[in-house]
């Protein structure tokens, strides 16, 4: 096998047969000079010298070989080169006594010699060995002192050119070695600068005419080198009018012979669009003749793309896709920036989704983040062009609707997001609701600069949310100090909390059948130093909104734990806890710490649980119910049928009690009701499921005779007790426990039916409605949606006639009205509006 290295390292050339040839050749002319055939002497010398170097070859490759030693390779030599070149010697001297022109014998023997050197190239030592034995050959036919002397002198002369030249060849050989080295590390910084795709080469000669491109570079292009040779550099430029200008660039350092650096051109790709960076220089010949350009290319593509990439994230949501808060902020900014003031008028709808918080919670984030998502697509199409929708980060979202917009346009607008919004997601497999609220703002009505806007529109978006949630406000003027009330509230409640000013109060729960009081239920109350008592519909969304819930709900806990304790074995005690609570993992374990604290059985302890634990229904929550029931207590639903849930849920959650709420109460014994059948299922489904059943908000004895004969087993309501502080209830308890039903016998005074299309003034916004039914003390009006209660509103009639009422209760489209002033009937018993006729303006006096 060959060793590997430097082939003028080997004493011995590959191709030793062609001084074989070269030996015949001058042996056949020397013959035709003699015109005769040499001696046998001659013709031995002869041959054996061209058979030796004819098996040259072999030599060489045994010398190749990796063990063949150094006193091997000297042994070769010598048979290879010094022993032929001695006989060809040999045979030309003999040849000369033999009739050979001594003038044609050294003519021969010089062109043996100029041909060995010319095979043996470098190689001094074989040529020196070569050269002196083929005139040795002479010396052996003329023995004497003078030939040896001659001989020696040649040797040494030879011995001392060879030194020299083999100096000489040693300096080529290192300075031709480094020469390669640069050339093949320059070649493997080229090579990989191309494989690694971080750029490519180019040539083109005089006449601009590319004479060279890279592989990968006519690759991008589709096509080969051959196609790209002998085109114009600008060939490979895109024509179109993004790199025009490159291409006049290149042009220009074309014709007046100057370097370029990095000029971006897009490629002329037939796939997907590529960006290059151009780099290149005039080359000059020897004479300073101009011979072209010569430059590299460097592809710019994902630096492009993570340009725009970074572009998007500066402007767009990286989540949702949508325009982000500075792209929306960009684009309110230049509405109102507008120099007419038509086109400055536009309104911005400020959105927040309503228990986003919990989904987070429950199932985690990745699962919020693939919410959010659904969430954009669905705000994309509610607004279907309409206008520019947007995240502002977390679960806000704005929509900006440029031009005058008429308000019934943008009401109709925000009801469809809400609703499109509060339809079930499908998340991981599992069915999420959640709602959204919407603040409304106008322009320039509300504000001509985008601060006031956006705090106007966040004004109206505390407020829808304060309305209850899952409704639409516009801004208003009041809604400033609404802000400020909230916030000063916050504060207060804070105080209240360390302070342990809030207190409970305790409602009892009554036995239907033998009317004995079994239980109460803890509510949280609050007695405001300034305010006086505030309502929980007041303070409780402020603090689940401020994080203040779970704190209360503890609390609260303790509390009736405390209090439970010095009550009779036999009573019971419900405590409400909120979906945050029930989120929360350490639930369990704080009831259990209560119970345990308190020395109270947990059999005497009811959870009261709303429906909204159920929107997020997964693993978690069936483990909290597990949980709980392992503790020992017991569990009511609250507020049955309000909620968004089906009813799947109680095939398995392990519910002791249904609480019927008191808006299915309300009304029940109307004439043409259907709450009386709702009560009568709900009743019926608890029997099947074995559970028990109270009727929330019983005020009259109409509603407590009916509860009790559809078959409510127990009642809670002002019909036998109000809320009462815990001593009252402690005193309530030492007695017999025997509940004396007291209270009107009906709910209301009749009302008349009717139809009648009547305008609603509510925050400066005139709203077309329908009066479906009204009585001295108040109507049902339909059309007006989510109206939050306690809102003052105005109906008008006509253009003369007007009366002013208050919301009391708000349902989807219909709201009930308590006017400030009871009406006054008219003779024949109506209440003013009879087949659409209006009674003289003095029947209206005192609404």
């Given at each position: 096998m060959e060793e590997p290295g430097n082939e003028q390292s080997y004493f011995l050339p590959r191709h030793s047969g062609k001084m074989a040839v070269c030996l015949l050749g001058a042996y056949a002319l020397a013959a035709g000079v003699t015109q005769s055939l040499p001696s046998v002497t001659t013709a031995i010398a002869a041959i054996l010298s061209v058979i030796l170097f004819a098996c040259g070859s072999l030599f060489a490759r045994a010398e190749r070989t990796a063990d063949t030693s150094g006193w091997l390779r000297l042994l070769m030599v010598l048979i290879a080169i010094v022993v032929p070149m001695a006989c060809a010697g040999y045979a030309m001297a003999h040849w000369v006594s033999e009739g050979l022109p001594w003038q044609w014998a050294i003519a021969t023997l010089v062109c043996f010699n100029a041909a060995a050197a010319a095979l043996f190239e470098v190689r001094i030592i074989s040529l020196f060995c070569a050269k002196i034995a083929s005139w040795g050959?002479?010396?052996?036919?003329?023995?004497?002192?003078?030939?040896?002397?001659?001989?020696?002198?040649?040797?040494?002369?030879?011995a001392l050119i060879a030194r020299l030249e083999w100096r000489a060849a040693e300096r080529r050989r290192f300075a031709r070695e480094a020469r390669e080295r640069v050339a093949a590390?320059?070649?493997?910084?080229?090579?990989?600068?191309?494989?690694?795709?971080?750029?490519?080469?180019?040539?083109?000669?005089?006449?601009?005419?590319?004479?060279?491109?890279?592989?990968?570079?006519?690759?991008?292009?589709?096509?080969?080198?051959?196609?790209?040779?002998?085109?114009?550099?600008?060939?490979?430029?895109?024509?179109?009018?993004?790199?025009?200008?490159?291409?006049?660039?290149?042009?220009?350092?074309?014709?007046?012979?100057?370097?370029?650096?990095?000029?971006?051109?897009?490629?002329?790709?037939?796939?997907?669009e590529r960006w290059w960076a151009l780099t290149g220089r005039p080359v000059y010949d020897g004479f300073k003749n101009f011979c072209g350009f010569r430059g590299h290319g460097i592809d710019l593509t994902e630096k492009r793309r993570s340009e725009q990439q970074v572009s998007r994230l500066a402007h767009y949501d990286s989540l949702t896709g949508l325009a982000n808060r500075v792209q929306m902020g960009q684009a309110l900014e230049q509405i109102l920036a507008a120099p007419s003031g038509r086109e400055r008028a536009c309104a911005v709808l400020m959105l927040d989704l309503d228990r986003f918080k919990n989904v987070n919670d429950t199932l985690g984030h990745p699962a919020g983040d693939a919410l959010l998502k659904q969430v954009?697509?669905?705000?994309?199409?509610?607004?279907?062009?309409?206008?520019?929708?947007?995240?502002?980060?977390?679960d806000e979202f704005q929509v900006l609707v440029p031009g005058h917009q008429d308000r019934a346009a943008l009401g109709h607008l925000a009801r469809e997001i809400i609703v499109s919004l509060s339809q079930p997601y499908s998340i991981e497999g599992q069915s999420v609701i959640i709602g959204a609220s919407v603040g409304i703002a106008l322009a320039p009505e509300h504000g001509s600069t985008s601060d006031e806007l956006i705090r106007n529109v966040d004004l109206a978006l505390y407020a829808a949310k304060d309305a209850g949630r899952g409704v639409f406000r516009f801004y208003a003027e009041d809604l400033h100090a609404a802000a400020e009330e909230r916030a000063e509230l916050e504060q207060d409640l804070r105080e209240a909390i360390a302070k342990g000013e809030l207190q409970l109060y305790y409602q009892p729960v009554v036995f239907a059948a033998t009317e004995k009081i079994v239980g109460f239920e803890a509510l949280m109350r609050w007695e405001h130093p300034k305010r006086g008592w505030l309502s929980p519909a007041k303070f409780v969304p402020i603090a689940e909104d401020a994080g203040l819930i779970d704190r209360m709900g503890q609390w609260a806990l303790r509390t009736a734990c405390a209090d439970l304790a010095t009550w009779p074995a036999s009573i019971r005690c419900a405590v409400n806890v909120s979906a945050l609570q029930f989120a929360n993992p350490e639930l369990p374990n704080i009831v259990a710490n209560a119970l345990v604290h308190s020395g109270v059985a947990p059999s005497r302890l009811e959870l009261e649980i709303t429906e909204s634990v159920f929107l997020n229904d997964n693993a978690g929550t069936d483990a909290m119910f597990k949980a709980l029931k392992r503790v020992g207590v017991r569990l009511a639903l609250d507020d049955f049928g309000t909620?968004?849930?089906?009813?799947?849920?109680?095939?398995?959650?392990?519910?002791?009690?249904?609480k019927i709420d008191r808006s299915f109460v309300q009304g029940a014994t109307e004439t043409g009701s259907r709450n009386g059948a709702i009560i009568a299922s709900i009743t019926s489904l608890a029997e099947a499921l074995h559970m028990d059943t109270t009727a929330e908000g019983v005020e009259t004895l109409d509603e407590l005779e009916l509860v009790r004969l559809l078959g409510c087993s127990h009642v809670q309501g002002h019909v036998y007790f109000k809320p009462m502080s815990a001593a009252d209830a402690t005193t309530l308890v030492a007695g017999n426990l025997v509940a004396q039903a007291d209270g009107p016998q009906s709910a209301r005074a009749p009302r008349q039916n009717l139809l009648r299309r009547v305008m609603v003034v509510h925050n400066g916004d005139r709203i077309n409605a329908t009066l479906r039914n009204i009585s001295e003390s108040g109507a049902m009006i339909e059309g007006l949606w989510n109206m939050p209660p306690g809102s003052p509103v105005r109906i008008e009639f006509d253009a003369d006639r007007s009366v002013t009422a208050q919301v009391r209760w708000s349902r989807e489209n219909r709201v009930g009205l308590e006017f400030y002033a009871?009406?006054?009937?008219?003779?024949?018993g109506a209440y003013g509006v009879l087949k659409g006729d209006f009674l003289p303006g003095s029947v209206w006096q005192g609404w």
């Amino acid at each position: 096998m060959e060793e590997p290295g430097n082939e003028q390292s080997y004493f011995l050339p590959r191709h030793s047969g062609k001084m074989a040839v070269c030996l015949l050749g001058a042996y056949a002319l020397a013959a035709g000079v003699t015109q005769s055939l040499p001696s046998v002497t001659t013709a031995i010398a002869a041959i054996l010298s061209v058979i030796l170097f004819a098996c040259g070859s072999l030599f060489a490759r045994a010398e190749r070989t990796a063990d063949t030693s150094g006193w091997l390779r000297l042994l070769m030599v010598l048979i290879a080169i010094v022993v032929p070149m001695a006989c060809a010697g040999y045979a030309m001297a003999h040849w000369v006594s033999e009739g050979l022109p001594w003038q044609w014998a050294i003519a021969t023997l010089v062109c043996f010699n100029a041909a060995a050197a010319a095979l043996f190239e470098v190689r001094i030592i074989s040529l020196f060995c070569a050269k002196i034995a083929s005139w040795g050959g002479f010396a052996l036919l003329m023995p004497s002192t003078l030939t040896v002397a001659a001989l020696s002198g040649a040797a040494i002369t030879l011995a001392l050119i060879a030194r020299l030249e083999w100096r000489a060849a040693e300096r080529r050989r290192f300075a031709r070695e480094a020469r390669e080295r640069v050339a093949a590390r320059a070649e493997d910084i080229l090579r990989s600068f191309e494989e690694t795709g971080q750029g490519w080469f180019w040539e083109t000669d005089r006449r601009g005419l590319i004479t060279y491109i890279s592989p990968k570079a006519a690759l991008a292009l589709g096509k080969t080198i051959e196609d790209v040779c002998g085109n114009p550099l600008s060939g490979i430029v895109d024509p179109n009018a993004e790199s025009a200008e490159a291409e006049r660039t290149l042009a220009f350092h074309h014709s007046a012979r100057s370097a370029f650096h990095d000029v971006e051109v897009l490629a002329a790709t037939e796939g997907d669009e590529r960006w290059w960076a151009l780099t290149g220089r005039p080359v000059y010949d020897g004479f300073k003749n101009f011979c072209g350009f010569r430059g590299h290319g460097i592809d710019l593509t994902e630096k492009r793309r993570s340009e725009q990439q970074v572009s998007r994230l500066a402007h767009y949501d990286s989540l949702t896709g949508l325009a982000n808060r500075v792209q929306m902020g960009q684009a309110l900014e230049q509405i109102l920036a507008a120099p007419s003031g038509r086109e400055r008028a536009c309104a911005v709808l400020m959105l927040d989704l309503d228990r986003f918080k919990n989904v987070n919670d429950t199932l985690g984030h990745p699962a919020g983040d693939a919410l959010l998502k659904q969430v954009a697509q669905r705000l994309e199409r509610a607004i279907d062009g309409a206008g520019r929708c947007g995240r502002l980060g977390g679960d806000e979202f704005q929509v900006l609707v440029p031009g005058h917009q008429d308000r019934a346009a943008l009401g109709h607008l925000a009801r469809e997001i809400i609703v499109s919004l509060s339809q079930p997601y499908s998340i991981e497999g599992q069915s999420v609701i959640i709602g959204a609220s919407v603040g409304i703002a106008l322009a320039p009505e509300h504000g001509s600069t985008s601060d006031e806007l956006i705090r106007n529109v966040d004004l109206a978006l505390y407020a829808a949310k304060d309305a209850g949630r899952g409704v639409f406000r516009f801004y208003a003027e009041d809604l400033h100090a609404a802000a400020e009330e909230r916030a000063e509230l916050e504060q207060d409640l804070r105080e209240a909390i360390a302070k342990g000013e809030l207190q409970l109060y305790y409602q009892p729960v009554v036995f239907a059948a033998t009317e004995k009081i079994v239980g109460f239920e803890a509510l949280m109350r609050w007695e405001h130093p300034k305010r006086g008592w505030l309502s929980p519909a007041k303070f409780v969304p402020i603090a689940e909104d401020a994080g203040l819930i779970d704190r209360m709900g503890q609390w609260a806990l303790r509390t009736a734990c405390a209090d439970l304790a010095t009550w009779p074995a036999s009573i019971r005690c419900a405590v409400n806890v909120s979906a945050l609570q029930f989120a929360n993992p350490e639930l369990p374990n704080i009831v259990a710490n209560a119970l345990v604290h308190s020395g109270v059985a947990p059999s005497r302890l009811e959870l009261e649980i709303t429906e909204s634990v159920f929107l997020n229904d997964n693993a978690g929550t069936d483990a909290m119910f597990k949980a709980l029931k392992r503790v020992g207590v017991r569990l009511a639903l609250d507020d049955f049928g309000t909620g968004y849930s089906s009813l799947g849920y109680l095939k398995k959650a392990p519910f002791d009690k249904i609480k019927i709420d008191r808006s299915f109460v309300q009304g029940a014994t109307e004439t043409g009701s259907r709450n009386g059948a709702i009560i009568a299922s709900i009743t019926s489904l608890a029997e099947a499921l074995h559970m028990d059943t109270t009727a929330e908000g019983v005020e009259t004895l109409d509603e407590l005779e009916l509860v009790r004969l559809l078959g409510c087993s127990h009642v809670q309501g002002h019909v036998y007790f109000k809320p009462m502080s815990a001593a009252d209830a402690t005193t309530l308890v030492a007695g017999n426990l025997v509940a004396q039903a007291d209270g009107p016998q009906s709910a209301r005074a009749p009302r008349q039916n009717l139809l009648r299309r009547v305008m609603v003034v509510h925050n400066g916004d005139r709203i077309n409605a329908t009066l479906r039914n009204i009585s001295e003390s108040g109507a049902m009006i339909e059309g007006l949606w989510n109206m939050p209660p306690g809102s003052p509103v105005r109906i008008e009639f006509d253009a003369d006639r007007s009366v002013t009422a208050q919301v009391r209760w708000s349902r989807e489209n219909r709201v009930g009205l308590e006017f400030y002033a009871p009406l006054k009937r008219r003779a024949d018993g109506a209440y003013g509006v009879l087949k659409g006729d209006f009674l003289p303006g003095s029947v209206w006096q005192g609404w």
